[in-house]
Structure formats: structure tokens, C-alpha cells
């Protein structure tokens, strides 16, 4: 069983910074691909950044292209989202999540390609 739980969020002004992390309780965590994706209100959940098991490969939605940074720290079980310049259309619940079906895996950028999640937590930026 894997346990992912995410911390970081809260209200931030337009431009401003978050640092959002998710600590993973699971052994092998170094073999597995990490995603943050992101539902809006009243919207699908939708990706937003994926990292290699490695670390050594990322992704990420256009939207956040150039503003926003997933990390992994292996030894600490835990991946980042350090996220600037944020604009009021990145309000929304952010949640990490883990693909656990395939060791050493490249980034996924796909909902459905992510077996376990987090509770998510809140991000909203004003204007």
C-alpha cells in the first residue's frame, strides 16, 4: 500500500510562489515515475508535471512551461512542485500521484497511467 500526502498549498497573491511537496510512504519509492496534476474548479483533473523514477526526466503541461519545477528528493521519499509567477487560473486542488505498476518508468502524463494519489491540497491565487 502507498501513501501520498501532499502539503504546501494555501492563498498566494498573482506572482507569487508555492512550494507544494508529497511525501510518499513506500519502500521502492526511487522506482517510480511522479505526477502532480490539478482540478479546477468545476473542471476535469487535468496533468500538470510528471518526473522519471531518476529524476533525470520531466515534463510539463504548456500552461506552467517555464514557471513551474518538479523534483524528487529519493532519500526522502518526496517530491516538489515549486511553483512561481502563479496566475489566478492556477487556483485549483493539486494532487500528487504515484505509477507503481512499472519500476524504473519514464514520466506519465495521463491520469489514468498513475495508480495511487493523494488527498490533494488546495492552491489559490487572487488577483
Known amino acids: 500500500q502507498v501513501q501520498l500526502v501532499e502539503s504546501g498549498g494555501g492563498l498566494v497573491q498573482a506572482g507569487g510562489s508555492l512550494r507544494l511537496s508529497c511525501a510518499a510512504s513506500?519502500?521502492?519509492?526511487?522506482?517510480?515515475?511522479m505526477g502532480w496534476f490539478r482540478q479546477p474548479p468545476g473542471r476535469e483533473r487535468e496533468f500538470v508535471a510528471a518526473i522519471s523514477y531518476s529524476g533525470v526526466s520531466t515534463y510539463y503541461a504548456d500552461s506552467v512551461k517555464g514557471r513551474f519545477t518538479i523534483s524528487r528528493d529519493n532519500a526522502k521519499k518526496t517530491v516538489y512542485l515549486q511553483m512561481n509567477s502563479l496566475k489566478p487560473e492556477d487556483t485549483a486542488v493539486y494532487y500528487c500521484?504515484?505509477?507503481?505498476?512499472?519500476?524504473?518508468?519514464?514520466?506519465?502524463?495521463?491520469?489514468?497511467?498513475?495508480?495511487?494519489w493523494g488527498q490533494g491540497t488546495q492552491v489559490t491565487v487572487s488577483s
Open positions: 513506500v519502500r521502492t519509492f526511487s522506482n517510480y515515475a
Open positions: 500521484a504515484a505509477d507503481t505498476t512499472t519500476a524504473q518508468a519514464m514520466a506519465r502524463k495521463k491520469v489514468l497511467e498513475y495508480d495511487y
